[in-house]
Every structure is written in structure tokens, then in C-alpha cells.
């Protein structure tokens, strides 16, 4: 069965990007890349941009990511460009934006901020398996723990509170 997509305002380029940040399926990724006939580059933005819309899950692509694409777990994104750029339809850049925003006030993030700010618990408990550092501050200062804490993300602050990496990292 053959599968066409028809994006409003999207390049056939950008629908494997889409597959990163909304398919917990890396095989989605790949064959969208085949039959697009688009290069299966993954950056470390993308570690990032995969949890800036995620409040759960998303582990699966996250897993690929860090283990076949090497990316660096600890990679700092800086949010310096329009939030909705490339980006279909109004609905789809609005709620783009709104999910980048949870971010983006933040001016740098990590994979780790991003889960945290998000109350992706298991993200976090993940990306904290391994070896996400605790203690890299977004551009305002902040650890993923804090961010956390400042959202009442209690399932997420209770994942740093347990996780063996508490004792060597900063609130």
C-alpha cells in the first residue's frame, strides 16, 4: 500500500523532520527519507526539537537518536529564529509556536529542558539514564530540575529527586 502526503505549505523535505518530532518510530523516519528520495541526516537540533511538542513518550526515536545517529545527549539548542518558519497550515504554526514558546523563553535547552518543561517523565527519566547532565542552565539560568519545579511537574521533579545522577548534579 502507497501512502501519498499532501502538506499544505510544506516541502516533501520537510515531512521526515515531522516524522522526528511527532512518530516514535525511526523506521517512519527512514522510509519517508527513501521515498522522498531525502538524505537521513539527523542534527543535534533535532535531539531537542523531538521534545519541544512532547508531554509523553517519544523515547523509541530518542533511543535511535543517541545509539545509531551518535548525537550528543547533552547538545545546547539556541532558539534564534522564527518559531513558526517552514511551517504549514496557521493551526499547525500556532500550535507549533505556543509548544517552541515553553521553550524558546528559556533561550537555550537542552533534550533534558525540553522533557522537563514538558512533564515527559519517562523522557526524562531516559535521557537521565543516559548521562543527560543536570546541571547545564538555559540561557536563563535554569536546570531542567528547576524548570520542573517552577511548572509543578511533579512526576518529572520526583524523577530527578530519585534518579542516581541527584548527587552529583545541582538542583
Known amino acids: 500500500m502507497t501512502i501519498f502526503f499532501a502538506v499544505s505549505g510544506q516541502s516533501s523535505a520537510a515531512l521526515p ?30 535531539l531537542v526539537l523531538t521534545l519541544v511538542e512532547r508531554r509523553a513518550g517519544g523515547v523509541a ?18 532558539f534564534d529564529y522564527p518559531a513558526s518558519a517552514g511551517r504549514g497550515d496557521a493551526r499547525e504554526r500556532a500550535q507549533w509556536d505556543a509548544a517552541l514558546l515553553r521553550c524558546e523563553r528559556q533561550k537555550s535547552a537542552t533534550a533534558l ?45 520526583e524523577v530527578f529527586q530519585q534518579h542516581p545522577t541527584r548527587s552529583r548534579g545541582l538542583r
Open 17 to 46: 523532520a515531522l516524522a522526528l518530532q511527532h512518530s516514535d518510530s525511526p523506521d517512519l523516519f527512514r522510509h519517508l527519507c527513501d521515498m522522498l528520495s531525502a538524505p537521513e541526516t539527523v542534527t543535534n537540533d533535532a
Open 113 to 157: 529542558h525540553a522533557a522537563a518543561i514538558n512533564g515527559n517523565a519517562e523522557a526524562v527519566r531516559f535521557l537521565l539514564d543516559c548521562s543527560a547532565s543536570t546541571e547545564i542552565r538555559t540561557g536563563r539560568g535554569n536546570t531542567a530540575q528547576m524548570l520542573a519545579e517552577q511548572r509543578e511537574q511533579g512526576e518529572v521533579v
Open 61 to 78: 526515536m530518542l533511543r535511535w537518536m543517541l545509539d545509531e545517529t551518535k548525537l550528543d545527549v547533552n547538545w545546547v539548542y539556541h
